[in-house]
């Protein structure tokens, strides 16, 4: 028996005889994200003159297992919103999970097809030292529901209730292997969130080829693919997207492309835009690699946009939109037009080539061409059944990409309509309606999961504002939601140049104020219409660097995650265990003059004493106003004591019950400056102490109301 090893992923020993292994018997190093191109290399060199199943393996009866044995759904939300089926189903298919023994007597032996499988699935081995706790865990195979796998839900019923039955019959089962100290893992990471639980648990599953399905079972069963893409499956998923989805997927033309500059494939060349014209557009993560002058013409481009133009070629369009190439990098009026026109510029593209996998763009479009070869499939047969490895979904591959943590890819990812995602592992296709890979065949989908609820939210889509905007009310409602979770997603990420603050992020708010918030920006804060958007702040853990470039009243004239505590319309928006809610005092909004804010509101002169928390008292005095809370920081004791500056942007008053005392909470901002000018230093809330609103101290701090320049 020639054996294979899972620390070093080769062939030729055993795991615990691997020369890798230090003396002193510890792991070493992970082996991190499973290697497929050198595990299929490892099981190449292994003669394969034989594929029967070794004694073990005959013993799990896998092809029978996959086809028959009753794996239930583990994402069951019910009404309420609770798991509570599914966490019983889960505990059901935990009594199906196939014993691989304790990782010190795990053998897999080259020459079965089954071992072979699982040695390319089983996950990476833990950095710690190999203990006997390590050496004694239990592996198994684990069953999932296809749907489950790819964080996919049944449809409801009209009891608002997920159909289940013989509809979830009717998907394959993918088989991971997992061990009960990973799952307890992987429980603590994703509490609270099964879903998240079954995605992100394991890297790689194997499962029956569509070509040899469980006859009861095929949805979603395995499809193989080769080493290189393949343009009509592609061609496929475009063409059901545009024949078959909803208007959400819609593109339609606007007359303002014909400003833009396209790419011709065909000619190699810098066109204007033609009237009407289908175009690709390309997004990517520049990383410092922009073309040299001539290198359209001369054929020495980055090789992601290289490859962005075979695509486009192979998909059978003519034009493709690049940015370093489409717009003049000079500093210009014109480019600043261009900027701001990104909305534009991808919701109308045919489709949006995301360049997923790579750092920069010369890294290449993984599976385009021969020099850039993709990951390669593992494929077995057992009984006359195939089984293929089913690479990440395309959750996982996005949230471990250097593409989601750019601040520019944001918005080109979500303004688009369609997108085609390639990864390093396969291409991905993600439309406004459903989402498709290559290693998972799309065409038997009995319960139609691939397709996205539009009323449901999805971290990697822009929820559609024609399912929720009905009349003022709902689409201020929606405008609140969508703009404070933008904000967040858009400064966790991050940008070369300090200067691209706002242009990185002018497409996203030229769409918002198209669809949601007519009046406008002032520095990316819709301030006429939510003034109370001035109180955004930066998160506990967030060490936030100034740009001197740009207002420190707006979340782009600082580096570090901006969030919000609340929603921006508190009443409507706030917990509904609060009674009575209120709220006066609201800042308002008066104008802007370049970078100089002017706001109508209270100012208050507190002082800050530290005995131990940030206790606020009317300034001159010892009258105790309440505790400050600075940002969302656990410890109210972060602010420094001395008299500062406060415009308070809004006051909040409500009940914890129906009997109980009225609360105030004061949102405000802390502010530095002159008396005449001020900047932002943070947002602050103040929790006043109960009883205090009969107090004519209290009530007279808060009535200077005035206008207030802000820089």
């Known amino acids: 028996m020639v054996g294979l ?9 055993d795991t615990p005889t691997c020369p890798v292994l230090s003396e002193d018997n510890k792991l070493g190093e992970s082996n991190g994200k499973l290697n497929n191109i050198s595990t299929e290399q490892s099981l190449g060199a292994v003669s394969r003159s034989s594929d029967q199943l070794c004694e073990r393996c005959t013993q799990l009866r896998i092809i029978d297992w996959l086809t028959n044995e009753d ?24 009594d199906r999970w196939l014993g691989l023994g304790p990782l010190r007597s795990i053998s897999l032996d080259a020459s079965c097809p089954l071992c072979r499988m699982i040695f390319r699935v089983f996950p990476s081995l833990p950095v710690e030292s190999a203990d006997e706790e390590s050496w004694a865990a239990e592996y198994y195979l684990r069953p999932i529901r296809s749907y489950n796998r790819l964080d996919a839900k049944l449809p409801r019923g009209e009891d608002g209730l997920q159909t289940d039955g013989d509809l979830g019959k009717k998907y394959a089962i993918y088989a991971a292997v997992n061990s009960r100290q990973e799952q307890t893992s992987v429980l603590g990471r994703y509490f609270g969130d099964p879903a998240d639980q079954l995605v992100y648990g394991t890297d790689l599953t194997f499962a029956l080829s569509h070509k040899t399905p469980a006859p009861s079972r095929p949805g979603l069963s395995a499809r193989g693919r080769d080493s290189l893409y393949d343009p009509d499956i592609v061609k496929s998923w475009m063409s059901r997207c545009e024949g078959e989805h909803s208007a959400s997927c819609r593109v339609e033309w606007s007359d303002q492309l014909l400003s833009c500059k396209m790419i011709d494939v065909s000619s190699r060349q810098v066109v204007h835009c033609p009237q009407q014209c289908r175009f690709i557009a390309l997004s990517y993560v520049w990383g410092g690699v922009s073309p040299k002058d001539g290198a359209l013409e001369g054929g020495y481009l980055p090789r992601t946009i290289k490859d962005a133009i075979i695509v486009t070629r192979s998909l059978g369009l003519r034009y493709l939109w690049v940015d370093a190439l489409c717009i003049d990098q000079t500093p210009s009026p014109e480019k600043e037009q261009q900027l701001s026109m990104m909305d534009v510029i991808y919701s109308c593209a045919w489709a949006t080539i995301v360049a997923l996998h790579g750092d920069n763009s010369d890294a ?12 390669l499939q593992g494929s077995e047969w057992v009984e006359g059944s195939q089984l293929l490895t089913i690479f990440p979904t395309t959750h996982q591959e996005l949230i471990g990409a250097i593409y989601c943590s750019r601040a520019w890819t944001m918005q080109e990812f979500l303004l688009g309509s369609r997108r085609i995602l390639f990864g390093k592992h396969q291409v991905h296709f993600l439309c406004n309606t459903s989402r ?16 996205t609820n539009p009323k449901q939210p ?12 009905k009349d003022a009310k709902s689409r201020s409602a929606f405008a609140d939601s969508t703009f404070t979770g933008m904000v967040k997603m858009y400064t966790e990420r991050r940008m070369t140049n300090d200067s691209d603050s706002l242009n990185a992020v002018r497409g996203m708010l030229s769409f918002l104020q198209k669809t949601m918030l007519p009046q406008g920006f002032a520095w990316g804060l819709p301030l006429k219409e939510f003034p109370q958007s001035l109180r955004w702040y930066h998160p506990r853990g967030i060490k936030p660097r100034r740009r001197p470039d740009f207002p420190s009243w707006s979340y782009v004239g600082w580096e570090g995650t901006a969030s919000y505590t609340d929603k921006l319309n508190q009443i409507n928006g706030g917990p509904s265990a ?5 709220v006066d005092l609201p800042v308002s909004y008066v104008g802007v003059d370049d970078k100089v804010l002017t706001m109508e509101g209270v100012l208050a002169r507190l002082e800050v004493r530290n005995e131990p928390f940030n206790n606020a008292y009317v300034a001159g005095t010892d009258f105790l106003l309440g505790v400050l809370q600075e940002g969302n920081f656990l410890h109210k004791n972060t602010l420094s004591s001395g008299v500062f500056d406060f415009l308070v942007v809004e006051r909040l008053m409500f009940r914890y019950s129906p009997e109980g005392s009225v609360r105030h909470v004061l949102y405000m901002i802390l502010l530095e400056g002159n008396g005449e000018l001020f900047t932002r230093r943070s947002m602050v809330r103040l929790f006043i102490e109960p009883g205090l609103e009969a107090y004519e101290e209290y009530v007279k701090v808060f009535t200077n109301r005035r206008a207030i320049h802000l820089v």
Do not use: Q
């Not at 290449?364 to 070869?373: F, I, M, S, Y």
């Not at 999805?458 to 929720?468: G, R, S, T, V």
């Not at 609060?578 to 209120?582: G, K, N, P, Q, W």
């Open 5 to 13: 090893c899972l620390r070093c992923r080769k062939a030729g020993h």
């Open 71 to 94: 794996v239930r759904d583990e994402v069951v939300f019910g009404v309420n919103g609770s798991n509570l089926r599914g966490l019983e189903n889960k505990r059901h298919n935990a």
């Open 364 to 375: 290449g479009l993984c599976g385009v061409n021969a020099r850039n070869p993709r990951e």
């Open 436 to 451: 498709y890979c290559e290693s998972i065949d799309e065409a038997c989908d009995p319960g139609g999961v691939l397709r």
């Open 458 to 469: 999805d971290f990697f889509l822009l929820p559609d504002h024609k399912e929720y905007v």
């Open 578 to 582: 609060r009674f009575d809610e209120a």
